[in-house]
């Protein structure tokens, strides 16, 4: 409980400053929200089972916490560490269970549009059906063979045709007025909803919770409305949830929302549906195999309560702090989106690779000019990446990143790219 | 065969009797065709550059198919894969589909099917031709320049920012935009003034008033795409501030021009389909078309709706929830008029005499494709629904139905019923059957397992995929290979009948309609002497004297002779 006061002041006063309210949790969670059918296959693994859902979970998260510490602090030495347990849930396979059409929406308010779905594709089997019928009837029956004539019949019939004018305007009139109606409560959200930010470039997301976590799988709670406010660095992108029916272009220099209400924990696919360019099919991609098909993509990861969020928002930011500069360097590489553009095994990709043999030495830029390689360069290269650019590389190329780095996670980037250059 | 009754000589009667010669070997030389002011030989310029449009397109549309055969690379890397789907979509919209009916068939056989001698404007017609060359080579040119990568559908601010060739393709654009202007200025003109006596605007065949509907979208929508892709270059040379959110523009106003164009552009595509398909249902179905008046009126008011619909690609991008709603009801009222249609065509099918010549394959397909292919489009009007499948493969199956299943197979369908009036030779029956039923089922195989895909999620213009996607991809390949290869057949067969096809009658299908009446192939002002206007769709008067050739009883010379005695 300790551990969540401050995060529950940060988040009211970020409501206050936002002029949005945000959902009180703690304690009281359960009570306004609706909980989720917590089985023993919906809970995480690695996260101790009695921490997570009341509010009696100091115990655990600090147990937690205390081994992401202590395993962050040996693994310089040790080798890779055990990924965090928010990180474990993000990396556990994609719940796809549902008809043959689609997969379950797990959005408390998009059954409606589902329903609407399925009745339009029963309409439309009917409809075909029908036509196709008459039509193969009509070809085999009325097919020319010896003898056979076409029989004189009405070129028009006032009452078939009104009818069959009247009853697909009354159609079209249901569809439309109850997919309207539909679509007013997908879009609308609730006054209360816990707020998230959402950034997206080429090609990577950054989600920003109330308490200043950022990371590239969306974490939210369910059984509580979450919205989005978005925004692009670059061109357009599109964020999509398939299972929650999400879309919404996200466009630069003007926020756009979504929100959802999550029924059922679990993990759940994240997309970006507006054409982007090269790794528009790879937006967060954190994993590739040999042939460059994405293993792991961000994903949208719904915790069963919003005592388990706030656990998450928690925890993250401690082991966003706590880590030793070259790793949260590591991590950063990938969560920020760094590794769509640039490797770190020195060969070239959009941008120049990471592990660059020439750390402390002059290189030449396309414009002839000699820099020296140290740490102001790759600052000004991460802050205002169009100061200057390496020969053959697109100048402009990569977005800026001012303003959307601490000073220790710039530290961490920097210390990264330097423990490279062997 | 046995029990229809026709005077003797009427299978003798003598055929084309014409005094000059056809108007393929009137003149000789390749000038005679380059600077050629005949409508007939400007349309098969623009056929042949066409089918070789189509050949490149669909090209590219293997290609993708194939790599998208796997998950991860195939054959080639994101980038490459991005511009095949780019290329494909830009040499099919703006090459093939667009001009294909209108430019290419409506110049070859709407002032015959009119009985005038020639379009009202000859030389703007050759005009027209030379820009849509140009604007052709420029789009093609932007494969050695660099490639392209934005989609057909150019949208900023990613067109800003590329390195690929925008410049080059939004030129070709804007000259093809011209072509597609002056095009339908001509018809416009042609189709007002130069109507023979007798034929009033409800003696016009359903064609004539698909093209008729379909030159007014071309006048009217098409120099907004010019202001578009004008608007985009000049922002990507001269960063003014028009569609760069860094300079204060609006990359969703792009969207509002392009889709303003973009969306009567679509019903330019669909509409001569739909008018073709009235052709050749009545003609091979031997009955008149069902609720005439209500096609006509019904291809006019497409025309109008189609200005109104266009923020409904715009639904997730931002759009305000009013323009969403006003947008999404406009969108069904779209949909009326369609459906009716297809009733039409379905009704007229009853108690007919129906021939399974190739043209009614296609005309057949047609009709079950278009079926699909708007009712899909329901899901898409709804605006709950939408929020679903918006962009994804469902869109891409959806838009393929309607462009593809019922254009092209339009398009494919009047290119063999006409053929033999305009080269004067008939294609392969067989050949052109087979590929027709190649054509319906690769169709489908290809694209119905995308609908299920995009329901399920699946983004369009996606390089690499989730796994449980790949079923469906490769049924989905399959299914393109079979298509692509019944297309390239049928392309070969028909142009191989050049030199082995038999020679064609004057009437091979028994049409009601004007050209019909014209020598095969036409001579150069198309009618040795004036055209007769008979009662449209009415076949009562035509019987087949022989295979693939059908006269009018009333030109039997007995009935000639009984009349001028009767005087």
């Not at chain 2, 069904?332 to 459906?339: C, E, H, N, Q, R």
Request: aromatic content about 12%; proline content about 6%.
């Amino acid at each position: 409980m300790k551990r969540v006061l401050p995060i529950l002041i940060v988040l009211v006063v970020a409501s206050v400053a936002s002029g949005q309210p945000v959902v009180t949790g703690g304690s009281n969670a359960s009570s306004n929200t609706v909980a989720p059918p917590a089985g023993p296959e919906t809970s995480p693994p690695g996260l101790p089972q009695s921490g997570s859902a009341t509010g009696s979970n100091a115990p655990a998260t600090a147990a937690a916490l205390g081994s992401a510490a202590g395993s962050g602090a040996g693994s310089a030495a040790a080798g890779p560490k055990a990924k965090a347990w928010y990180d474990v849930l993000a990396d556990k396979p994609i719940e796809e269970e549902g008809t043959f059409f689609m997969p379950r929406a797990v959005n408390r308010v998009a059954d409606e549009s589902d329903l609407m779905f399925y009745s339009v594709l029963a309409l439309s089997i009917f409809f075909f059906a029908a036509i196709a019928i008459c039509t193969v009837y009509f070809v085999i029956k009325y097919r020319h063979r010896p003898g056979h004539k076409a029989e004189p019949s009405a070129a028009h019939n006032d009452t078939l045709e009104i009818t069959w004018t009247v009853i697909p305007t009354l159609i079209c009139v249901f569809l439309f007025w109850y997919g309207w109606q539909s679509y007013i409560r997908v879009v609308t959200p609730p006054q209360k909803a816990v707020e998230i930010d959402v950034l997206a470039w080429r090609w990577n997301w950054q989600f920003t919770h109330q308490n200043g976590v950022t990371d590239s799988d969306l974490h939210v709670p369910a059984g509580v409305p979450v919205r989005l406010v978005m925004t692009s660095k670059d061109v357009i992108h599109s964020f999509y949830a398939p299972a929650m029916r999400v879309k919404q272009d996200v466009l630069p220099r003007r926020f756009t929302y979504a929100w959802f209400d999550a029924t059922k924990p679990g993990t759940y696919r994240l997309t970006c549906a507006e054409y982007c360019g090269t790794s528009h099919a790879q937006m967060a991609c954190l994993a590739t195999d040999e042939t460059g098909h994405c293993t792991r993509r961000a994903v949208v990861v719904v915790h069963k309560d919003l005592a388990e969020y706030k656990k998450y928002l928690d925890d993250k930011l401690a082991d966003q702090m706590k880590l030793p500069p070259v790793e949260l360097g590591a991590l950063l590489y990938e969560k920020k989106g760094c590794n769509q553009c640039h490797t770190v095994d020195g060969s070239p990709k959009v941008g120049p690779s990471w592990k660059q043999p020439d750390w402390g030495k002059m290189i030449t830029m396309d414009d002839g000019q000699q820099v020296k390689m140290d740490e102001n360069y790759v600052k000004e290269s991460i802050l205002v990446p169009t100061a200057k650019a390496r020969p053959g590389f697109q100048k402009g190329a990569m977005p800026s990143f001012e303003g959307q780095l601490k000073d220790n996670e710039l530290a961490g980037l920097i210390a990264y790219i330097k423990s490279l250059k062997q | 065969m046995a029990t229809e009754t026709f005077p003797e000589s009427l299978k003798t009667l003598p055929q084309a009797p014409v005094s000059e010669p056809d108007f393929l070997h009137i003149t000789k030389g390749w000038k005679s065709w380059a600077f050629t002011l005949d409508h007939k030989r400007i349309g098969m310029m623009y056929l042949f550059g066409i089918l070789f449009s189509l050949i490149l397109g669909g090209t590219f549309a293997l290609l993708l198919r194939t790599e998208l055969w796997a998950p991860g690379k195939t054959i080639v890397g994101a980038d490459t894969y991005n511009q095949f789907f780019t290329l494909h979509g830009a040499i099919m919209v703006f090459l093939v589909i667009i001009p294909g009916i209108p430019a290419a068939l409506g110049n070859i056989i709407m002032p015959i099917q009119l009985g005038a001698p020639d379009v009202a404007f000859p030389r703007l017609n050759l005009a027209s031709f030379y820009l849509w060359c140009s604007g052709a080579l420029l789009l093609v040119l932007t494969i050695p320049f660099g490639g392209l990568d934005t989609g057909w559908t150019l949208y900023t601010p990613y067109s800003l920012e590329t390195k690929t060739a925008v410049m080059v393709a939004t030129s070709g654009v804007f000259l093809l935009g011209f072509s597609s202007i002056f095009t339908g200025l001509n018809f416009l003109v042609t189709i007002h003034k130069f109507r023979p006596q007798g034929m009033g605007w409800f003696q016009l065949p359903l064609n004539i008033w698909a093209i008729y509907g379909t030159a007014i979208m071309q006048v009217l929508a098409t120099p907004v795409l010019g202001i578009t892709v004008l608007l985009l270059t000049v922002e990507r040379f001269g960063h003014i501030g028009i569609f760069d959110p860094t300079l204060g523009g609006d990359p969703v106003l792009f969207q509002h021009f392009f889709w303003f164009y973009s969306h009567p552009a679509v019903y330019i595509m669909i509409i001569p389909g739909m008018g073709v398909v009235s052709e050749l249902v009545s003609t091979y179905a031997r009955k008149p078309i069902f609720g005439y008046r209500f096609i006509a009126y019904s291809s006019l008011s497409l025309a109008l709706l189609s200005f109104l619909v266009w923020g409904h690609h715009m639904f997730v991008s931002g759009q305000s929830r009013l323009a969403n709603m006003v947008f999404s009801a406009l969108t069904f009222t779209v949909g009326i008029p369609s459906a009716i249609k297809v009733f039409n065509w379905v009704a007229t099918l009853y108690k007919a005499d129906i021939r399974l010549k190739t043209g009614m394959i296609y005309a057949l397909s047609f009709i079950l494709l278009f079926t699909i292919g708007g009712l899909t489009g329901l899901f898409l009007g709804i605006l709950s629904v939408d929020v679903h499948l918006h962009d994804t493969y469902f869109v891409v199956a959806h838009f393929h139905y309607v462009m593809m299943g019922s254009t092209l197979v339009a398009f494919l369908g009047a290119l063999h019923h006409w053929w033999p009036k305009f080269t004067g030779r008939m294609y392969n029956e067989k050949v052109g059957q087979t590929c027709g039923l190649g054509v319906f089922f690769g169709f489908n195989i290809t694209f119905l397992p995308q609908f299920v895909m995009g329901a399920r999620g699946m983004p369009r213009r996606y390089w690499d995929y989730d796994p449980q996607y790949q079923i469906f991809h490769q049924i989905s390949t399959i299914g393109a290979f079979i298509l692509g290869i019944s297309i390239f057949i049928t392309v070969i067969s028909l142009i191989s009948s050049l030199w082995t096809g038999k020679k064609a009658a004057r009437n091979p299908w028994g049409g009601s309609s004007l050209e019909w009446q014209a020598p095969t192939p036409p001579t150069l002002y198309n009618f040795e002497k004036p055209p007769v206007v008979h009662e449209l769709y009415n076949y009562d008067d035509l019987v087949e004297v022989a295979e693939d050739r059908w006269e009018r009883l009333s030109d039997a010379p007995e009935l000639q002779e009984a009349k001028k005695e009767a005087h």
